[in-house]
């Protein structure tokens, strides 16, 4: 009869890098929100997952986190090139 903790079960799966999918995460977060947050994040993150992606599988999701967050900070540099353009940033409250 097996434990519910077995170890040798536990050890025998292949765990993806826990970076990798944050570095995914805030990629895909960051192309709707906090861009210029997440982004350098997800690149960050997704370096060092693809460093530790000899030991740990994700290389694939750490190359997508990073791509995303290039794509945030470009996104964030157009954004901010925009409202620069139309006159600055302004809040308008009430009617």
């Not at 890098?17 to 994040?41: D, E, K």
């Not at 690149?43 to 992606?53: C, D, E, L, M, P």
């Not at 740990?56 to 794509?71: P, T």
């Amino acid at each position: 009869m097996t434990s519910y903790g077995n170890s040798s079960a536990a050890s025998s799966r292949s765990r993806t890098n826990g970076l990798a999918v944050a570095s995914l995460c805030c990629g895909i977060i960051g192309l709707f929100i906090l861009n210029i947050v997440l982004g350098p994040l997800a690149i960050i993150f997704g370096a060092v997952a693809r460093r530790q992606a000899a030991v740990k599988n994700g290389a694939g999701m750490a190359k997508a986190g990073i791509i995303l967050g290039v794509v945030d900070v470009v996104l964030w540099l157009v954004l901010f090139a925009v409202a620069a353009h139309n006159g600055g940033f302004s809040w308008h409250v009430g009617g």
